[in-house]
Nanobody
Framework: QVQLVESGGGLVQAGGSLRLSCAVS????????MGWFRQAPGKEREFVAG??????LYVDSAKGRFTISRDNAKNTVDLQMNSLKPEDTAVYYC???????????????????WGQGTQVTVSS
């Protein structure tokens, strides 16, 4: 069984930074494509960033501000978020796509393991 636990959310002023971390249990973590998603109240869950053996992928609104990284030795995947904006406010989720090692998919439904989410609030 794969378990994901996020940490690092909180309240920050616009222009500030936060670093989210996701700890993943399971010996085959290095084989999974990983993604960060977010969901704001009243909105659908959206892809933010992903990382796999082939590289990284970002939603346009995150390019240049967010950086996703992973440490396969520690079984962690992080999301460094800089220059935060009020519209970044959401619950952020870490997810694992155990069926993909190279392809990064944006659709939440294909990810089969999810964390519980961590709240990020950016004040103006």
């Amino acid at each position: 069984q794969v378990q994901l636990v996020e940490s690092g959310g909180g309240l920050v002023q616009a222009g500030g930074s936060l670093r989210l971390s996701c700890a993943v249990s399971g010996r085959t973590f290095r084989n999974y494509a990983m993604g960060w998603f977010r969901q704001a109240p009243g909105k659908e869950r959206e892809f933010v960033a992903g990382i796999s053996r082939s590289g990284t992928l970002y939603v346009d609104s995150a390019k240049g501000r967010f950086t996703i990284s992973r440490d396969n030795a520690k079984n962690t995947v992080d999301l460094q978020m800089n220059s935060l904006k009020p519209e970044d406010t959401a619950v952020y989720y870490c997810a694992a796509d155990s069926n993909q090692s190279y392809l990064i998919r944006r659709t939440p439904q294909v990810y089969d393991y999810w964390g519980q989410g961590t709240q990020v609030t950016v004040s103006s």
